[in-house]
T-cell receptor
Framework: EPEVTQTPSHQVTQMGQEVILRCVPISNHLYFYWYRQILGQKVEFLVSFYNNEISEKSEIFDDQFSVERPDGSNFTLKIRSTKLEDSAMYFC??????????????FGPGTRLTVT | GDSVTQMEGPVTLSEEAFLTINCTYTATGYPSLFWYVQYPGEGLQLLLKATKADDKGSNKGFEATYRKETTSFHLEKGSVQVSDSAVYFCALSPNTGGFKTIFGAGTRLFVKA
């Protein structure tokens, strides 16, 4: 069964450094997403991406964040200058849009980002 | 805006007990509703879904019915097992716009042998 993959599984970085989290969505999916989950808390929406542009973003997704689909398979989240509070699990998800249906999202296993 | 409220945990049950985790939502239009499960140290797995009023989603003995009149989507299981211990997230996805998923806060379930 196709699945969303994410690399790395765990990233440790120092405050102020740039990080890039990588995702490979399911190949025929059209919508792509990033979410984050601070330890022990709820899963929060960051951004959705469709047709090579951001379709929606949350208040969390400020100028420090950016997303890119550099080729036909990868979808990346960049944090330009990490802060301690960026430490969280980051989930990528993808979704197939059809005319009808539930449009559920398929989530990757997550990347745990630790900022020291 | 759209939101999901679910009962606070943790919920502690003995094996073979009946489980209910309450979930209500606020949304415009007709969102799709989901339950996701997160086992310790793992990612999010879709447990079940429902796309319209009165739909019943079911999987692995878990069930939830989309109740438009009460804006609820309560999760139930007749007989829990130790292996069901996890965090359960109720979620909705509006069928418009970017189709993001909005999650509830999660309910941690502990099942004792």
């Amino acid at each position: 069964e196709p699945e969303v993959t994410q690399t790395p599984s765990h990233q440790v970085t120092q405050m102020g450094q740039e990080v890039i989290l990588r995702c490979v969505p399911i190949s025929n999916h059209l919508y792509f997403y990033w979410y984050r989950q601070i330890l022990g808390q709820k899963v929060e929406f960051l951004v959705s991406f469709y047709n090579n542009e951001i379709s929606e973003k949350s208040e969390i997704f400020d100028d420090q964040f950016s997303v890119e689909r550099p080729d036909g398979s990868n979808f990346t989240l960049k944090i330009r200058s990490t802060k301690l509070e960026d430490s969280a699990m980051y989930f990528c998800a993808s979704r197939l849009r059809t005319g009808t249906g539930s449009y559920e999202q398929y989530f990757g296993p997550g990347t745990r980002l630790t900022v020291t | 805006g759209d939101s999901v409220t679910q009962m606070e945990g943790p919920v502690t049950l003995s094996e073979e007990a009946f489980l209910t985790i309450n979930c209500t939502y606020t949304a415009t239009g007709y969102p799709s509703l989901f339950w996701y499960v997160q086992y310790p140290g793992e990612g999010l797995q879709l447990l079940l879904k429902a796309t319209k009023a009165d739909d019943k989603g079911s999987n692995k003995g878990f069930e939830a019915t989309y109740r438009k009149e009460t804006t609820s989507f309560h999760l139930e299981k007749g007989s829990v097992q130790v292996s069901d211990s996890a965090v359960y997230f109720c979620a909705l996805s509006p069928n418009t716009g970017g189709f993001k998923t909005i999650f509830g806060a999660g309910t941690r379930l502990f099942v004792k042998a």
